[in-house]
Each structure stands twice: as structure tokens, then as C-alpha cells.
């Protein structure tokens, strides 16, 4: 299994000088499976440019694995270059609404008057899934997501395969309303797609000290990203979800705060930059308490 991050940043694009070396796309994400299966992590601005990798292989079935249905996890959707192609079958996983299927909620952005094309003219083939609540097998990784704490339905995922695993949870706010340490790790939202994984793609939007003004929000600071890595025993943490008003200097500041945080000496935090390749390495005991 391998990750590439082809988008990072949270909330809105942020295109321009200040953010050249961290990337101005948000959030899309690139798995390559050890079967071949190509499977897309969110929907942001990042999956145009990952489509047109795709435009240039063959047109295997495709699975798109969507954390969300707010605007930076799905503006890029009508610009991804398989969707436009009337060989391909696109599979599109999210999480379930008693309200609406996830075809009618996709389509309500892309349609007029926000999209000038209708998500049903596209050529492509596109099959829509709920994603269930049991751990699932796409290709050759099992599958789990589940509901973090963020505005609106949202899940976060973790990928198993052969002894490696990643999980992915870019918008999350795990300590609202309880300091780290104040209850019990299994009780925290997203614990159990966390646990003790390889890698963690995981929300660090803001300082410590712009927290406090965004309580509730939906996003975590840095330092709970860092408290929520280390007390789910995370291999490696990824910091993600880059805030758009973050330059590439402040975010440079965050990282270096998130290491200084970190209570070990190895696997020190780091910065999601577009085009990082992420390849989870094997853990003596992947056993955990949701996945097995």
C-alpha cells in the first residue's frame, strides 16, 4: 500500500507565494493498493491533477472514499478526468444520511446554478455506496470507517494490508469539551480507527492559540493532534489540514511545535506536502481493538 497526498490544505484553496512548498489544494489523497486497486481519499481541488494521471492508465474500476460532503472534500469532483470519460466505472463510497441518498446530496453542488453540468450527464459510470458500519473489503485492504466528531456527517477511515496500515481522519475535533487525559482513550471519537496504526493523516488546522477562538469547529490544534497520536500509540503522525491563511513559514513554526510536543524520539510529526509518498511499514502487533 502506498499514499501519495496530492492535496492537504482544509477549508479553501489556497493558491499563491506563501504556500508553494506545502501546497494550496485541499484535501485528496491517492492509494495504490498491493492488488492495483486505485482508491482517491476525498475530493478536494488536489483531485484534478490526480485525474489526469488516471486519464493516462487504464480505466480500471476506481473507488472514491469521501470523509464528508463540505465544499473543500468534493469542489474538485466535477474537474476529475475519469468521471468525463464514458469507459470508466467510478465507485463512490460516503457516509449514509437518513434524509437523502448520496447521489442527491452530490448533486446538489454538482448542478446548476453552483456547477453548469449535472452530475448525471457525466459519461462516466458511477456507482454510489453507503458506507457501512462493519469493516468492508475494497481490493486487496479491509476497510473500516467510522463517525469522528466534526460538523455534519463525517467518518474518518483506517486501510489494513498485509501487516501495514494508514488511517485517514482530515477533519476531526477529538477533545471538545474534555482536555487531554481527562477521560478514557477508548472513549475518544476516532480511537479505534487510530489505534496503534502505522500512519495517521490526521486534522492539525490550527496553533494553540488560534484553538481557543475556534472551539467547535469541527478541527483540532496541533498539540491535539499530537495528544491524540500519542495516546492512540500511532506510529507516525502526518500533520494535515492545513489552515488557508497558514504560509508555508507558519507552517514550518506548527511543525516544529508538534515536535517539540512529541514524547518520543523517533517518528517525529510532520507536514503533509503535496506530493509526499507515504508507504506504512509493518508493526510487530497490528492487532488492535476495532479492526481484526
Not at 506545502?22 to 488536489?46: F, K, Q, R, W, Y
Not at 459519461?123 to 476497510?143: I, K, N, Q, W
Amino acid at each position: 500500500m502506498k499514499a501519495t497526498i496530492w492535496g492537504c490544505r482544509g477549508s479553501l484553496a489556497a493558491p499563491g507565494p506563501d504556500t508553494v512548498h506545502v501546497g494550496g489544494n485541499t484535501s485528496c489523497i491517492a492509494l495504490e493498493l498491493e492488488d492495483g486497486t486505485p482508491v482517491v481519499l476525498d475530493a478536494g481541488t488536489g483531485i484534478r491533477l490526480l485525474g489526469r494521471e488516471f486519464a493516462a492508465s487504464s480505466s480500471q474500476p476506481i473507488h472514491l472514499c469521501l470523509t464528508h460532503l463540505h465544499v473543500d472534500h468534493i469542489e474538485g469532483l466535477g474537474f476529475f478526468a475519469p468521471l468525463w470519460n464514458q469507459d470508466q466505472d467510478l465507485h463512490v463510497w460516503g457516509p449514509p444520511s437518513p434524509i437523502a441518498s448520496l447521489e442527491e446530496r452530490l448533486s446538489r453542488y454538482l448542478s446548476p446554478p453552483l456547477f453548469p453540468v449535472q452530475l448525471a450527464e457525466m459519461p462516466a459510470t458511477v456507482h454510489f455506496h453507503d458506507l457501512p458500519e462493519e469493516e468492508f473489503e475494497l481490493g486487496s485492504a479491509r476497510v473500516l470507517a467510522q463517525p469522528v466528531a466534526h460538523r455534519g456527517p463525517t467518518v474518518g477511515f483506517r486501510f489494513e494490508e498485509e501487516g501495514r496500515s494508514l488511517a485517514y481522519i482530515p477533519d476531526h475535533e477529538p477533545y471538545l469539551g474534555v482536555a487531554p487525559g481527562e477521560v478514557e482513550p477508548e472513549w475518544l471519537s476516532g480511537f479505534a480507527l487510530a489505534e496503534r496504526v502505522g500512519i495517521l493523516l490526521h486534522d492539525a488546522q490550527y496553533s494553540e492559540g488560534e484553538y481557543g477562538s475556534h472551539r467547535g469547529f469541527g478541527h483540532s490544534s496541533v498539540a491535539h493532534a499530537v495528544a491524540f497520536a500519542e495516546v492512540t500509540a500511532a506510529d507516525r503522525l502526518i500533520l494535515f489540514h492545513h489552515d488557508p491563511s497558514h504560509g508555508d513559514e507558519q507552517l514550518r513554526s506548527l511543525e516544529a511545535r508538534a515536535g517539540e510536543l512529541w514524547d518520543r524520539s523517533d517518528h517525529v510529526p510532520t507536514l503533509g506536502v503535496e506530493g509526499m509518498q507515504l508507504g506504512p511499514s509493518r508493526r510487530r502487533d497490528t492487532s488492535h481493538s476495532a479492526v481484526r
